[in-house]
């Protein structure tokens, strides 16, 4: 695991909190119009169908819930940067827990439901400052919710590949939440300052060893739109297949972030 940046970008609690519910009804709001043929469908996540996807999505609430459940933390263990680089190691129990949880929920709206009325009681009562124990170590509740944010936007992105015309929306303050998260990653993954990622309207990093641009117009940039980058971060998409297709701007002589990317699977 790369060593995370200490000095980590911080997130409002009320918008990060804001966002979340938010992202999450954008989703509950489109799973009673899909069809069982669609809830069938196959999904770009490898052997998950529709259902199982949507039930993953509830996850990412309920881990909330279940994380309350276990004892505090003595102290933070963990930064947020952290928790990027955690996520790959429990996929087999995640991808079972999944299975199960779409076996045994036949009315996923239901459950989604019980899970965002679950969400909003947990955070009624848990300040922020509350710390779980995560996978990637102990993070405060407000840190979390910021990856919750990424879990449901990049999934919501997986839904509306899977199921042509849902068009899911996407909520400006998760999109920027988890756009910001994983162009810092990036920065950890691949420090140094001889490249600028621009991913307008949300983050602008510096990554990549070799002389640092210090004025001027950067020697090496690369520059793509929020949904692009998330894909690329998280392995949805190939670097050289955005290239090509013109998705991503890249120029200069380490402006070729192939070998960085994913941030996270």
Known sequence: MPQAKK?????DPARTR???????????????????????????????????LVAHIGMALTAVHRALELPEPAKADAVLLDWPFGTSGNATAIADFTQRLAAGHADLGAYLADADTGLRALLAAHPGTRLLATNAGALSLDDYLVTRAVELVVHTDDLNAAVPGLGIPYGRQALAACTRLLAD?????????STEVRVPPYAVVQCVEGPRH???????VVETDP????????????????????????SGERADLGAYLPVMR
Request: proline share 8%; hydrophobic share 45%; net charge positive.
């Open 227 to 250: 949904l692009t980058w998330i894909r690329l971060a998280t392995g949805r998409l190939a670097w050289q297949e955005a290239v090509a297709d013109a998705r991503v701007s890249a």
């Open 7 to 11: 000095r980590a970008r911080s997130y």
């Open 18 to 52: 804001a966002a979340v519910l938010a992202q999450f009804s954008n989703v509950r709001d489109a799973v009673p119009a899909l069809t069982p043929e669609q809830l069938a469908l196959p999904t770009r996540l490898s052997g998950w169908t529709v259902r199982e």
């Open 185 to 193: 990653a990036l920065a950890v993954k691949a420090p140094g300052g």
């Open 214 to 220: 210090t004025r001027g117009t950067p020697p090496n």
